[in-house]
C-alpha cells in the first residue's frame, strides 16, 4: 500500500508541474490570446496582475500548488467563474456517463466472453471463433466518436427513436452511454474468452465435471470467478479511461459535462478552465488505478509477491 501511495504522489506531482507549464508554454501572451488582439493594453496587465502572471515562474507554481490543495483552481479569463465551481457543476455529468458506460460494458462484456470460450472450447465451433475474434476486434478498433456519428446518424436522425443531443430525461443517455461502452465491452468480452479458456482447462475443471455437476454451476460457480480477476481490474481501468476519453463523445452529444467544457475552454482560449479541467482528469486516473492496485492486491496477493 505504501508503495502504490507513493507512486501515487509522484504521479499527482508530475501532473501539477504538466498542468502549471501548459499555459507558459503557449507560444505568446495567454491573457491577450483569450481577450483577444482588440483588448486595450491596460486591460491585458490588470487581468495579468490579478492572475499573477507578472510574478515570477517559482512564486506562480508556490501559488498554484496552494490554491489545487486549497481547492481554488483559477479564475476563467472569459467569465470570471471559479473554475472549481466548473468542476464541481460538470463534473456529476461526466461522471454518470463513465459509471453507466462502465456497467454496460461489464454486464455485456463479461456474459458474452464466457460464452464465446464455452462455445468454442477445445478447437470447437472454429466459424465462431472467428466471427468473435473478427467482430470483437473490429469493435476496439473503432473510436468513440465514430461511434457516437454513427449512433446518432442512425437513432436519432433516420428512425427518431431517441434524442440526438443534450441531457433530457432517461432516454438521452442511451446514444452516449452506447458510443462509449461498445469498445471496452468488446475487450472485456476478448479478456474474459482467454481467461476463461485457461481456467477450463484446469484440473478443478475436470474434477468438478467427473463428479457430474452440472454445467452451468461449473461455469458460473467455478470458472467465472477465478475468470474475473483480471477483467474486474480492467474494469477499474475502463473506469478511468471512459471518464477522460468522454471528451469527443460529450462534444459530438453536446453533453453538459467536464469534456464538452474543456473542448469550449480550448476552442475559446480560456486556458484557466482547461488546465484546471485537465487537472482533475488527470486526478481522477490516478485515483482510479491506485484504487484498482489495492484492490487488486485484496483480490490476488500473488500479484504483491511478484512484484516486491
Do not use: C
Request: charged residues 15%; without cysteine; aromatic residues 6%.
Amino acid at each position: 500500500m505504501l508503495r502504490r501511495l507513493l507512486r501515487f504522489a509522484a504521479g499527482l506531482a508530475a501532473l501539477m508541474v504538466a498542468t502549471f507549464a501548459m499555459i507558459h508554454l503557449i507560444p505568446g501572451d495567454p491573457v491577450r490570446a483569450a481577450l483577444g488582439p482588440q483588448a486595450p493594453p491596460d486591460l491585458i496587465a490588470a487581468r495579468r496582475a490579478a492572475l499573477g502572471l507578472d510574478d515570477s515562474l517559482v512564486q506562480q507554481f508556490l501559488d498554484y500548488v496552494g490554491g489545487v490543495f486549497a481547492g481554488d483552481f483559477g479564475t476563467s479569463f472569459l467569465s470570471g467563474e471559479p473554475v472549481g465551481q466548473i468542476v464541481i457543476d460538470r463534473l456529476p455529468n461526466t461522471l454518470s456517463l463513465a459509471v453507466l458506460a462502465t456497467l454496460v460494458s461489464l454486464l455485456v462484456g463479461v456474459p458474452l466472453g464466457l460464452w464465446a470460450a464455452i462455445r468454442t472450447e477445445n478447437g470447437r465451433n472454429r466459424g465462431t471463433e472467428v466471427g468473435f475474434t473478427t467482430g470483437t476486434g473490429a469493435a476496439v478498433a473503432v473510436p468513440e466518436f465514430l461511434y457516437s456519428i454513427a449512433l446518432v446518424v442512425t437513432f436519432a436522425v433516420v428512425l427518431g427513436w431517441l434524442p440526438p443531443a443534450g441531457k433530457a430525461g432517461a432516454l438521452s443517455y442511451v446514444l452516449p452511454v452506447a458510443a462509449l461502452s461498445i469498445g471496452p465491452a468488446a475487450l472485456i468480452a476478448r479478456l474474459v474468452r482467454a481467461e476463461t479458456a485457461r481456467e477450463l482447462g484446469k484440473d478443478y475443471v475436470r474434477l468438478a465435471r467427473a463428479k457430474r455437476l452440472p454445467a452451468a454451476r461449473v461455469h458460473l460457480r467455478h470458472v467465472l470467478p477465478n475468470a474475473l480477476t483480471a477483467t474486474l481490474t480492467t474494469g477499474g481501468l475502463l473506469l478511468g479511461g471512459l471518464i477522460a476519453g468522454s471528451v469527443l463523445v460529450e462534444s459530438v452529444f453536446a453533453w453538459p459535462g467536464l469534456g464538452m467544457r474543456m473542448t469550449e475552454a480550448i476552442t475559446q482560449k480560456d486556458f484557466p478552465v482547461a488546465q484546471g479541467v485537465i487537472l482533475v482528469y488527470g486526478a481522477i486516473v490516478l485515483v482510479v488505478n491506485t484504487a484498482v492496485d489495492l484492490a487488486l492486491a485484496v483480490l490476488d496477493p500473488k500479484s504483491t509477491i511478484k512484484e516486491s
